[in-house]
T-cell receptor, first 114, second 115 residues
Framework: EDKVVQSPLSLVVHEGDTVTLNCSYEVTNFRSLLWYKQEKKAPTFLFMLTSSGIEKKSGRLSSILDKKELFSILNITATQTGDSAVYLCAVETISTSGTYKYIFGTGTRLKVLA | DSGVTQTPKHLITATGQRVTLRCSPRSGDLSVYWYQQSLDQGLQFLIQYYNGEERAKGNILERFSAQQFPDLHSELNLSSLELGDSALYFC??????????????FGPGTRLTVT
């Protein structure tokens, strides 16, 4: 059965710290991996990764995918209180019949203290 | 504001009833996705439509159905509602091209409460 596991489940840091969030997956026919940030309401897109070893960056956030070891990490440097949120990882797969599916991890809850 | 709209914002109904949730994607996006988020289950992918055709299917119950109309808006129909169907239902849209689903833009969600 396809699965996506995120760790840690929860993290509390102080402003200015650097955090690394992990997402490992076991799926058949991987297509892409996506990271989202969910604050109080709807998730907002952060990154989409399809190729191993290519880092994607956006400001203080960066992410990389390792398709051999089946995981991705999301790094946040110089954290701010506004980074407090649940970070979701999702994997897009395709079945042999051509059906696509999206599997979400349970998320990592990050709290940044002032 | 993602550009994806969902109506209604809140819905309270009784067990056994049927409801319809509506979603309008961002202008130009051909793909629409539906998700269910409950406290104990996290975010669960339900179904995706691309330009009117079903493209991906997740853990959608047989009591649930969806469709995408020619104007690209989508509706999610939930019938024979049970208490466990109480959740936040999100719609998302994306500019799927070249076979890949790019970033998904989420609407604000519809909170369904079944009493």
């Amino acid at each position: 059965e396809d699965k996506v596991v995120q760790s840690p489940l929860s993290l509390v840091v102080h402003e200015g710290d650097t955090v690394t969030l992990n997402c490992s997956y076991e799926v058949t026919n991987f297509r892409s991996l996506l990271w989202y940030k969910q604050e109080k309401k709807a998730p907002t897109f952060l990154f989409m990764l399809t190729s191993s070893g290519i880092e994607k960056k956006s400001g203080r956030l960066s992410s990389i995918l390792d398709k051999k070891e089946l995981f991705s990490i999301l790094n946040i440097t110089a954290t701010q209180t506004g980074d407090s949120a649940v970070y979701l990882c999702a994997v897009e797969t395709i079945s042999t019949s051509g059906t696509y599916k999206y599997i979400f991890g349970t998320g990592t809850r990050l709290k940044v203290l002032a | 504001d993602s550009g994806v709209t969902q109506t209604p914002k809140h819905l309270i109904t009784a067990t056994g009833q049927r409801v319809t949730l509506r979603c309008s994607p961002r202008s130009g996006d051909l793909s629409v996705y539906w998700y269910q988020q409950s406290l104990d289950q996290g975010l669960q992918f339900l179904i995706q439509y691309y330009n009117g055709e079903e493209r991906a299917k997740g853990n959608i119950l047989e009591r649930f159905s969806a469709q995408q109309f020619p104007d690209l808006h989508s509706e999610l129909n939930l019938s024979s509602l049970e208490l466990g169907d109480s959740a936040l239902y999100f719609c998302a849209s994306s500019p799927t091209t070249g076979g890949y689903s790019y970033e998904q833009y989420f609407g604000p969600g519809t909170r369904l409460t079944v009493t």
